[in-house]
């Protein structure tokens, strides 16, 4: 059976990215990594068949377009990008960033169709779950322009490349479990969420039926007292949060699936004390990581937004450059659960 990069890359201890780079004779491994994966190709006959594709596009410019919801995500989506063009930089690869609001299929559509008439590269959306939006990611698909979806955000039934995120049902489940256990399972919850129950913004809406589904199966005696939606609107959030921490009973926690956690945190710190109100949320925003130090948040759920934005760029490069497909249709990211002793 022919050996492939991954299990080069697996026997060398290295990420399959640092093969890449000796294989292209690229910058960025030291000698001794160099040599040691130059040892078990020689050993192990390997002759990757696009190798010369490879090389043919290394001249080549690659037009990659990055289409994003605004939301706290952004510099960690892109910083997770700028580092995958920092481990191709072999390649010239050129990222033009689009973006968008929750609600503006519109203008998302507008964009794509913008693209798919320049006929860029390959594509990169964080996208809204609509028929609009779906239809102009199969168009693109059709004429050849791969699309990768991303920062929690899918639209599974479309023929897009591939997603990158988080299992977000399974991260709201996770969120239960951990409310469930702060408050020894019993109490009021609210909600403050991205999007109205049943709307199909991917992430909010999968974290809120997990952390549901969760409560209803283990946590009889909590109730879901209620949801603020905000649409990562801070101001709508803080208004109406502020009212209901303003009047008792307070709640005993609070979820929050989407952005607005550092509006909550700081709601939390001037109305309620933090040893009354618990509080859960996701991401690992600068703003989140504080409030879990002073003890205000008591946990966060990481999706692992960096990695998210790398494993983007990376694809769509494997995609273009050497005509490779991702094993899977659905790439999910780690749930990292942090709290106060693990930053």
Same mark, same amino acid.
Not at 98 to 106: H, L, Q, R, S
């Given at each position: 059976?022919?050996?492939?990069?991954?299990?080069?890359?697996?026997?060398?201890?290295?990420?399959?990215?640092?093969?890449?780079?000796?294989?292209?004779?690229? &910058? *960025?491994?030291?000698?001794?990594?160099?040599?040691?994966?130059?040892?078990?190709?020689?050993?192990?006959?390997?002759?990757?068949?696009?190798?010369?594709?490879?090389?043919?596009?290394?001249?080549?410019?690659?037009?990659?377009?990055?289409?994003?919801?605004?939301?706290?995500?952004?510099?960690?989506?892109?910083?997770?990008?700028?580092?995958?063009?920092?481990?191709?930089?072999? !390649?010239?690869? +050129?990222?033009?960033?689009?973006?968008?609001?929750?609600?503006?299929?519109?203008?998302?559509?507008?964009?794509?169709?913008?693209?798919?008439?320049? +006929?860029?590269?390959?594509?990169?959306?964080?996208?809204?779950?609509?028929?609009?939006?779906?239809?102009?990611?199969?168009?693109?698909?059709?004429?050849?322009?791969?699309?990768?979806?991303?920062?929690?955000?899918?639209?599974?039934?479309?023929?897009?490349?591939?997603?990158?995120?988080?299992?977000?049902?399974?991260?709201?489940?996770?969120?239960?479990?951990?409310?469930?256990?702060?408050?020894?399972?019993?109490?009021?919850?609210?909600?403050?969420?991205?999007? @109205?129950?049943?709307?199909?913004?991917?992430?909010?809406?999968?974290?809120?039926?997990? !952390?549901?589904?969760?409560?209803? @199966?283990?946590?009889?005696?909590?109730?879901?007292?209620?949801?603020?939606?905000?649409?990562?609107?801070?101001?709508?959030?803080?208004? &109406?949060?502020?009212?209901?921490?303003?009047?008792?009973?307070?709640?005993?926690?609070?979820?929050?699936?989407? *952005?607005?956690?550092?509006?909550? *945190?700081?709601?939390?710190?001037?109305?309620?004390?933090?040893?009354?109100?618990?509080?859960?949320? !996701? &991401?690992?925003?600068?703003?989140?990581?504080?409030?879990?130090? &002073?003890?205000?948040?008591?946990?966060?759920?990481?999706?692992?937004?960096?990695?998210?934005?790398?494993?983007?760029?990376?694809?769509?490069?494997?995609?273009?450059?050497?005509?490779?497909?991702?094993?899977?249709?659905?790439?999910?990211?780690?749930?990292?659960?942090?709290?106060?002793?693990?930053?």
């Amino acid at each position: 059976m022919r050996i492939t990069m991954k299990e080069i890359a697996k026997m060398a201890g290295v990420h399959r990215s640092t093969v890449d780079k000796v294989l292209h004779n690229r &910058e *960025g491994v030291s000698d001794e990594v160099r040599l040691k994966i130059k040892k078990i190709i020689d050993k192990t006959g390997y002759t990757p068949n696009i190798l010369g594709q490879g090389l043919q596009k290394k001249n080549a410019i690659i037009e990659i377009a990055v289409i994003l919801i605004i939301s706290d995500a952004l510099d960690m989506i892109r910083e997770g990008m700028s580092q995958a063009l920092k481990t191709y930089e072999g !390649f010239d690869i +050129r990222i033009a960033y689009y973006y968008t609001g929750y609600v503006d299929e519109n203008a998302q559509a507008e964009i794509l169709e913008q693209l798919i008439e320049k +006929r860029v590269d390959g594509i990169v959306i964080s996208p809204i779950n609509t028929d609009k939006i779906r239809s102009a990611i199969n168009k693109a698909t059709d004429v050849g322009i791969p699309v990768v979806t991303t920062m929690n955000f899918d639209i599974p039934d479309s023929r897009r490349l591939c997603f990158v995120g988080q299992d977000t049902v399974k991260a709201g489940r996770i969120a239960a479990s951990l409310m469930g256990s702060l408050l020894s399972g019993q109490g009021k919850v609210l909600l403050v969420a991205a999007t @109205e129950k049943g709307e199909t913004i991917s992430y909010s809406e999968g974290r809120r039926v997990g !952390f549901e589904s969760m409560i209803e @199966e283990e946590y009889p005696n909590i109730e879901i007292m209620g949801s603020v939606v905000g649409y990562d609107n801070l101001k709508v959030i803080e208004s &109406e949060t502020r009212t209901i921490l303003c009047r008792k009973p307070l709640p005993d926690g609070i979820l929050v699936t989407g *952005g607005g956690a550092a509006v909550v *945190g700081r709601l939390i710190k001037e109305l309620a004390h933090s040893h009354v109100v618990k509080a859960v949320c !996701f &991401e690992r925003y600068p703003e989140i990581v504080e409030l879990i130090r &002073e003890g205000v948040i008591n946990f966060t759920i990481d999706s692992d937004m960096i990695n998210q934005g790398y494993l983007s760029i990376e694809l769509l490069i494997y995609k273009t450059v050497y005509n490779r497909k991702p094993n899977e249709s659905v790439i999910y990211t780690k749930n990292e659960i942090l709290v106060k002793g693990s930053l």
